[in-house]
């Protein structure tokens, strides 16, 4: 009998300490998927984030280390210039990328680092207890702005894969969810490509994966995931970004 089906070797058999609903176990999925069918599981080095993901090093079946909050990119740059050949990613969530980490990100980004980053945007402060993010949303509730979000406040949520695709050295950039099928197999093709043109060595790359928070939006997952196809998609467009490669120096 053909196999249809089997679980991805890029992860490991640990069960996941994750909410119901929650969209970290199939990004997951995703790039453990994606590395193994690139080839480069066995010596791929991911970096954890501080947040919801602090334990990914228990599920993804290459080694990881664990940086401290914000300071993947750093982290990051530092094993891929002593590991040039090796494929060398970050997981990261909003909280931790888009506020402490704001400015690891960005240079990262702008030094053209070879590595890539997956930036899970929940839009709000999980691990923590719900606070609001840098992408939290206007009008949003968490438990620090319990009226929701305002402009006068807080200014205007980051879109930060926008942002990031305005300096030189990240090469690509792309948004996508996991809401259905059909974005499951958009997301899987966006974190391929990433990590395809990390090894091409064209300057780093970047995917923002739009994911749902139940327990701390107060929704049931089904209702969290209508309300990230509602609200957070209109906010932050789904679709490649940025595409380039960068210029050879003469």
């Given at each position: 009998?053909?196999?249809?089906?089997?679980?991805?070797?890029?992860?490991?058999?640990?069960?996941?300490?994750?909410?119901?609903?929650?969209?970290h176990g199939i990004i997951h999925k995703?790039?453990?998927?994606?590395?193994?069918?690139?080839?480069?599981?066995?010596?791929?080095?991911?970096?954890?984030?501080?947040?919801?993901?602090?334990?990914?090093?228990?599920?993804?079946?290459?080694?990881?280390?664990?940086?401290?909050?914000?300071?993947?990119?750093?982290?990051?740059?530092?094993?891929?210039?002593?590991?040039?050949?090796?494929?060398?990613?970050?997981?990261?969530?909003?909280?931790?990328?888009?506020?402490?980490?704001?400015?690891?990100?960005?240079?990262?980004?702008?030094?053209?680092?070879?590595?890539?980053?997956?930036?899970?945007?929940?839009?709000?402060?999980?691990?923590?207890?719900?606070?609001?993010?840098?992408?939290?949303?206007?009008?949003?509730?968490?438990?620090?702005?319990?009226?929701?979000?305002?402009?006068?406040?807080?200014?205007?949520?980051?879109?930060?894969?926008?942002?990031?695709?305005?300096?030189?050295?990240?090469?690509?950039?792309?948004?996508?969810?996991?809401?259905?099928?059909?974005?499951?197999?958009?997301?899987?093709?966006?974190?391929?490509?990433?990590?395809?043109?990390?090894?091409?060595?064209?300057?780093?790359?970047?995917?923002?994966?739009?994911?749902?928070?139940?327990?701390?939006?107060?929704?049931?997952?089904?209702?969290?995931?209508?309300?990230?196809?509602?609200?957070?998609?209109?906010?932050?467009?789904?679709?490649?970004?940025?595409?380039?490669?960068?210029?050879?120096?003469?």
């Amino acid at each position: 009998m053909a196999i249809v089906y089997e679980k991805t070797p890029g992860l490991t058999d640990n069960e996941l300490h994750y909410c119901p609903g929650c969209h970290h176990g199939i990004i997951h999925k995703l790039v453990g998927e994606c590395l193994t069918e690139l080839g480069l599981l066995d010596e791929a080095i991911g970096v954890c984030p501080v947040g919801c993901s602090v334990f990914a090093f228990n599920y993804f079946n290459c080694d990881m280390l664990e940086a401290a909050h914000g300071r993947a990119p750093a982290v990051a740059t530092g094993i891929k210039r002593t590991h040039p050949a090796q494929a060398v990613f970050t997981y990261q969530g909003d909280g931790d990328l888009a506020s402490i980490g704001a400015a690891e990100i960005v240079h990262a980004a702008m030094r053209g680092e070879k590595i890539t980053t997956i930036f899970v945007n929940n839009a709000i402060y999980g691990m923590t207890g719900g606070q609001m993010a840098p992408t939290t949303l206007i009008g949003q509730r968490a438990t620090t702005c319990q009226s929701g979000r305002t402009v006068e406040q807080a200014g205007m949520p980051i879109r930060v894969a926008e942002m990031l695709a305005t300096l030189d050295g990240c090469v690509y950039a792309e948004r996508v969810c996991v809401t259905d099928i059909p974005n499951l197999n958009k997301a899987k093709r966006a974190i391929k490509k990433a990590f395809e043109k990390q090894m091409k060595r064209e300057g780093f790359t970047f995917v923002e994966v739009l994911s749902t928070c139940p327990t701390n939006w107060g929704m049931t997952p089904v209702k969290a995931v209508e309300w990230l196809k509602e609200n957070m998609i209109p906010y932050y467009p789904l679709g490649v970004i940025k595409d380039a490669g960068l210029k050879k120096e003469a």
